[in-house]
């Protein structure tokens, strides 16, 4: 098959990496003028013009990044087919579709409102209680476009640093930690879970994944598999769908979901007998889904900002150096490792370990390290 893929990022590298041993090629759609996949063919379209190009060369698409005209993908799909369907997009990349969209199935949320002046996140913040997060509706990711408001008084300038004619507000969630679910539905209805995973953010961006995420009940995990099970359902989906959340004292508040590969999902490249990757292009080319089961206890160190000292951590026996080809910048993602390990302890060590040799990065804060019970 003849996949195109709309964005051109490192996801979509990834894709690609994982859909050639299955006899695929790539052609990437990049509209941001700066595509990184750095493999298969790109077609750049600033103009929004080549679009009839790119679907020429195309026998069916799909996506490694939502943040672009949902219009696009809906005239894409009149001509191929497009998995998961444009809906996905146009509820992933305006939260308030999403957040309305989970209220709907019964999956639950923060409290939230929606803001479109200063003084109506001022109130905003009043209603809910402070500390609340206010969030540009569109365009998110990797925590920009954000403010917390630890009182209504912060409105004003939390409202012109995000520089957004529409938030969404929310209550701050005391969380104990943070998780996510990836899941994949085939063309013919079928779904797979990966186990859950724990995230680490830092300043917004993700820098550790722990699966399976250690100490977590059953009882959790089928309640998200519920969840999105019924997004997927909805959504009559097909591929790859990442769903975000927040455990608190003994259950789960929906953060947000992704209608794609997921970087919290990374860990599958070794750590899962088919990675996330191979699912979504099994998925999407109408083949059967892979085994979603892990092969033992992983973690996933993303590698932000510099790259550090790649070749001691290649000594290493333990760790997988997975680089996406990008220049350094600060906040940018470079790359990730992936580490196993038969033990939450060893993996604990290992981790630390390998994180030495990556510059800025941030204590591993999680149920690894902590000795309180969660
Ligand atoms: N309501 C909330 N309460 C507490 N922390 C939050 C809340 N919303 C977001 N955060 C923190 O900010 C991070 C980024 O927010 P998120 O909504 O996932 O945006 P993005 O689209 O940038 O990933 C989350 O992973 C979490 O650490
Ligand atoms: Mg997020």
Same mark, same amino acid.
């Given at each position: 098959?003849? /996949?195109? =893929?709309?964005?051109?990022?490192?996801?979509?590298?990834?894709?690609?990496?994982?859909?050639?041993?299955?006899?695929?090629?790539?052609?990437?759609?990049?509209?941001?003028?700066?595509?990184?996949?750095?493999?298969?063919? =790109?077609?750049?379209?600033?103009?929004?013009?080549?679009a009839e190009a790119f679907l020429a060369r195309v026998d069916l698409v799909t996506y490694e990044f939502e943040h672009l005209p949902v219009e696009i993908a809906e005239t894409m799909a009149r001509s191929k087919p497009v998995h998961p369907a444009p809906r996905a997009l146009q509820v992933c990349q305006n939260r308030e579709a999403e957040k309305t969209l989970f209220g709907r199935l019964g999956i639950p949320t923060p409290r939230w409102q929606m803001a479109d002046s200063a003084e109506s996140l001022r109130q905003a913040?009043?209603?809910?209680?402070?500390?609340?997060?206010?969030?540009?509706?569109?365009?998110?990711?990797?925590?920009?476009?954000?403010?917390?408001?630890?009182?209504?008084?912060?409105?004003?300038?939390?409202?012109?640093? /995000?520089?957004?004619?529409?938030?969404?507000?929310?209550?701050?969630?005391?969380?104990?930690?943070?998780?996510?679910?990836?899941?994949?539905?085939?063309?013919?209805?079928?779904?797979?879970? *990966?186990?859950?995973?724990?995230?680490?953010?830092?300043?917004?961006?993700?820098?550790?994944?722990?699966?399976?995420?250690?100490?977590? @009940?059953?009882?959790?995990?089928?309640?998200?598999?519920?969840? /999105?099970?019924?997004?997927?359902?909805?959504?009559?989906?097909?591929?790859?769908?990442?769903?975000?959340?927040? %455990?608190?004292?003994?259950?789960? =508040?929906?953060?947000?979901?992704?209608?794609?590969?997921?970087?919290?999902?990374?860990?599958?490249?070794?750590?899962?007998?088919? @990675?996330?990757?191979?699912?979504?292009?099994?998925?999407?080319?109408?083949?059967?889904?892979?085994?979603?089961?892990?092969?033992?206890?992983?973690?996933?160190?993303? /590698?932000?900002?510099?790259?550090?000292?790649?070749?001691?951590?290649?000594?290493?026996?333990?760790?997988?150096?997975?680089? *996406?080809?990008? %220049?350094?910048?600060?906040?940018?993602?470079?790359?990730?490792?992936?580490?196993?390990?038969?033990?939450?302890?060893?993996?604990?060590?290992?981790?630390?370990?390998?994180?030495?040799?990556?510059?800025? @990065?941030?204590?591993?804060?999680?149920?690894?390290?902590?000795?309180?019970?969660?």
């Amino acid at each position: 098959m003849r /996949i195109g =893929v709309l964005g051109a990022g490192q996801l979509g590298r990834m894709l690609a990496l994982a859909g050639y041993p299955l006899a695929n090629t790539f052609v990437f759609y990049d509209m941001s003028g700066n595509p990184s996949a750095g493999i298969g063919e =790109v077609v750049t379209d600033q103009s929004g013009d080549k679009a009839e190009a790119f679907l020429a060369r195309v026998d069916l698409v799909t996506y490694e990044f939502e943040h672009l005209p949902v219009e696009i993908a809906e005239t894409m799909a009149r001509s191929k087919p497009v998995h998961p369907a444009p809906r996905a997009l146009q509820v992933c990349q305006n939260r308030e579709a999403e957040k309305t969209l989970f209220g709907r199935l019964g999956i639950p949320t923060p409290r939230w409102q929606m803001a479109d002046s200063a003084e109506s996140l001022r109130q905003a913040a009043e209603e809910l209680g402070c500390p609340v997060v206010a969030k540009s509706n569109t365009e998110g990711y990797d925590g920009k476009g954000q403010a917390v408001l630890r009182s209504p008084d912060d409105a004003e300038q939390a409202w012109n640093a /995000i520089g957004h004619d529409r938030l969404m507000v929310e209550k701050f969630v005391n969380f104990s930690r943070e998780v996510s679910l990836i899941a994949v539905r085939s063309s013919d209805g079928d779904v797979a879970f *990966y186990p859950m995973a724990e995230n680490v953010h830092h300043e917004g961006i993700l820098r550790y994944s722990i699966a399976p995420a250690p100490r977590l @009940s059953r009882e959790l995990e089928e309640e998200a598999d519920g969840y /999105i099970r019924a997004l997927l359902h909805e959504l009559d989906y097909v591929g790859v769908l990442a769903l975000e959340l927040f %455990e608190t004292d003994k259950s789960l =508040v929906a953060n947000e979901m992704a209608p794609r590969v997921h970087n919290s999902g990374h860990w599958t490249m070794e750590g899962a007998m088919t @990675s996330q990757f191979e699912n979504h292009i099994r998925a999407v080319t109408g083949l059967p889904l892979g085994n979603t089961a892990p092969r033992g206890l992983s973690c996933m160190v993303n /590698i932000i900002g510099e790259h550090g000292n790649i070749k001691r951590i290649l000594e290493l026996p333990y760790a997988h150096v997975h680089l *996406y080809d990008k %220049e350094e910048r600060p906040g940018r993602k470079l790359g990730h490792v992936n580490v196993l390990a038969d033990s939450y302890e060893e993996l604990r060590w290992r981790v630390e370990n390998v994180a030495q040799f990556l510059p800025g @990065s941030p204590e591993l804060d999680c149920s690894l390290t902590r000795t309180s019970p969660l």
